[in-house]
């Protein structure tokens, strides 16, 4: 092993430890006093309540863990959006599981919750996913009502969802298992069946205090909206329980006597591990962005036994495109070289920037994979596309177009995973969030951004020389180099992987080697929903 490997491993590991520091205290939520006070009342947490639902906790693939992360600090934050949302079996049904987490404002719902929960219920949609909502919860942050309430996306896109999804035959249960009020009443009783724990659930569209000063009755609120009130005058909820746990035994029943899924029919064979040790990841792969290294020998870390057929090998370079399998799993990656490379002609081509031939050569390794039903992986490591008039007078807009619409309109299962750079374009073209992974995750090697910060603060301090010199002002250079490590300072927080989980433009942070599980969980659960339609790129550049 050379120096430079150990210099990478020793690095990952370090980005990792602290990955997983991150995730031990959002796993807290609203801290341990809340959480003992949620015990003194017989409640289990949200985390704890997934546990003992889930055949093996250890096999939840969370979603959104960093949602919200440093955020709503001015009323002392939000973890997780204070709410739980992943993937997991029950009675060996593959679902996604919704928990409000009420030690976090009383699980309230901020903007970010919002979004945290339409993308659960639009991985539920994609995927056939039946769900499982966990509800205890206050119902919208008054304060960020404006913020959470009236547009398309926000609280109510989440009951239009609900009935969308029962109308395309998704299984939906509900169990209340603590508040349920106003608006967010309708979740729980839209789903196929509502369970309420006795004691603790309650569902009203206004609570006590409200229906005083509204029409002037005083009642209690378990007489209002109550589990004997509900289970047994109004027929609201189905059946009532007499706590947490025996709510969630009832959900593994339901679960244990449901009918197989409908299968999609994604080709796998029997699981087998790289033959190249997983952990050699960590050595393969360089923290420092600057650092060239062969991308196929990263992929040979994560294929079944290590074995990669490339895809027009000679050709492309800067992209590379070829099959494997991922835990038995079939798949297409497409990733990019970080690697200069050298074509047969001997132009020299840089790592990570997608060329013509290279976008060329993924638009049509992408039709193959359609045509094949093979599920398609995106490894990003990109700067973007080769700029400069050579490249603009050889149609790198058509042919990145070409890549571009292939991506879009790709109908086999997509998958995402940020290992390093995803800049501009590059990141549309590697099937970013906006073309519709099922799921996409980041390594904490991860950098989301038009540019990369270096590019992105010289021209900003450019645009800000020009308008200074317009009023008639020069800048001394000491003032230039304060005003670059700001701009760059500034821009390298908004680079983090973790400002991006935390706004849920990717589904979560994980360590390198959980890449092959997120995968194969992620095509496990696109195995439910069956390909209805056939790629149409329409009009295509050529």
């Not at 002037?216 to 609201?236: F, K, M, P, Q, R």
């Not at 006597?257 to 393969?284: T, W």
């Not at 050709?315 to 799993?329: M, P, T």
């Not at 910060?453 to 800000?464: H, R, V």
């Amino acid at each position: 092993m050379d120096i430079q490997f150990n210099k990478n491993e020793d690095t990952n590991k370090q980005l990792v430890f602290k990955l997983k520091e991150r995730l031990k205290k959002i796993h807290l939520g609203g801290g341990e006093k809340k959480i003992a006070s949620h015990h003194k009342k017989g409640k289990l947490t949200a985390r704890e309540r997934i546990d003992y639902l889930l055949d093996d906790p250890s096999d939840f693939l969370e979603i959104g863990a960093f949602a919200a992360d440093g955020m709503y600090q001015e009323v002392g934050g939000c973890p997780s959006a204070g709410v739980v949302t992943g993937i997991g079996k029950v009675s060996g049904k593959q679902c996604m599981v919704v928990a409000n987490d009420a030690t976090v404002k009383a699980g309230a719902w901020f903007p970010m919750t919002a979004k945290k929960n339409l993308r659960a219920q639009e991985i539920s949609l994609e995927n056939n996913l039946p769900i499982i909502y966990l509800v205890d919860s206050a119902g919208v942050f008054l304060p960020m009502q404006d913020e959470i309430f009236p547009d398309k996306e926000h609280f109510g896109r989440q009951f239009r969802n609900n009935a969308i999804m029962s109308s395309k035959g998704i299984i939906q249960i509900a169990a209340i298992m603590g508040s349920c009020v106003a608006g967010g009443a309708y979740l729980p009783i839209m789903a196929d069946e509502a369970l309420i724990v006795d004691g603790t659930g309650s569902v009203f569209l206004a609570g006590s205090y409200l229906v005083k000063s509204a029409v002037g009755e005083d009642i209690d609120n378990e007489t209002l909206g109550g589990a004997t009130t509900h289970c047994e005058i109004s027929g609201v909820t189905d059946n009532k329980f007499a706590d947490d746990k025996e709510a969630l035994d009832a959900i593994k029943k339901i679960f244990d006597k449901v009918g197989d899924p409908q299968n999609a029919g994604f080709n796998r064979s029997k699981s087998k591990l790289p033959k190249k040790k997983i952990e050699d990841i960590y050595g393969e792969f360089p923290a420092n962005r600057g650092i060239q290294y062969d991308m196929v020998e990263v992929i040979k870390c994560l294929v079944d036994d290590s074995d990669f057929d490339q895809y027009k090998e000679l050709y492309g370079k800067s992209i590379v495109c070829g099959y494997g399998r991922i835990d038995g799993w079939s798949v297409g990656i497409v990733a990019n070289q970080r690697k200069v490379v050298k074509t047969k002609k001997g132009e020299m081509q840089m790592g990570g920037v997608i060329y013509s031939d290279s976008a060329d050569k993924a638009a049509r390794f992408i039709m193959n994979c359609n045509q094949r039903k093979i599920p398609l992986v995106f490894l990003h490591d990109v700067n973007g596309f080769m700029v400069g008039s050579r490249s603009e007078h050889g149609g790198i807009i058509k042919d990145g177009a070409k890549m571009v619409n292939a991506v879009s309109n790709s109908v086999v299962p997509k998958f995402s995973i940020v290992m390093g750079s995803s800049y501009g374009a590059g990141n549309y073209a590697m099937c970013g969030k906006a073309y519709d992974p099922r799921l996409i995750y980041a390594w904490p090697t991860a950098e989301i951004a038009v540019m990369s910060g270096g590019s992105a603060a010289k021209t900003l301090l450019q645009i800000e020389i020009a308008s200074a010199k317009a009023k008639g002002k020069e800048l001394t250079e000491e003032e230039k180099e304060a005003q670059l490590k700001k701009i760059e300072d500034s821009y390298k927080e908004k680079l983090s992987p973790y400002y991006a989980a935390s706004r849920l433009w990717v589904d979560g942070i994980i360590d390198p080697k959980e890449t092959r599980n997120v995968i194969s969980t992620g095509i496990k659960m696109a195995n439910h929903a069956p390909v209805e339609e056939r790629m149409n790129v329409g009009v295509i550049q050529t």
